[in-house]
Nanobody, 125 residues
């Protein structure tokens, strides 16, 4: 059974930083792409960032490009999302996800089959 557990959310001030982690178990982590999505109250879940199985390729939503960095440590079965220069509009529940297929990653949430329960990020002064 594939399990994804996010951590690292919390309250940050505008301009501040947070690092989210997502620990994955239940299958060979290094063979699968990973993605981060977020959902704000009253809005649809949206793509944030994704990374290939090896970590050599990444994609980002325009709204976070230059501020957020996705990375992974295949030895620790963990994917990270470093968030800098946070804005109030970054407030959301953040989810990590992974597809069923090998080494696939995209900005389309329908491509992702396994999801964590999410971690709340609140950006406020």
């Amino acid at each position: 059974q594939v399990q994804l557990i996010e951590s690292g959310g919390g309250l940050a001030q505008p301009g501040g930083s947070l690092r989210l982690s997502c620990a994955v178990s239940g299958r060979p982590f290094s063979l699968y792409g990973m993605g981060w999505f977020r959902q704000a109250p009253g809005k649809e879940r949206e793509f944030v960032a994704a990374i290939s199985a090896s970590g050599s390729s990444t994609i980002y939503a325009d709204s976070v490009k230059g501020r957020f960095t996705i990375s992974r440590d295949n030895a620790k079965n963990t994917v990270y999302l470093r968030m800098n220069s946070l804005k109030p509009e970054d407030t959301a529940v953040y989810y990590c996800a992974t597809p069923l297929g090998l080494d696939h990653y995209s900005d389309n949430r329908r491509d992702y089959d396994y999801w964590g329960r999410g971690t709340q990020v609140t950006v406020s002064s």
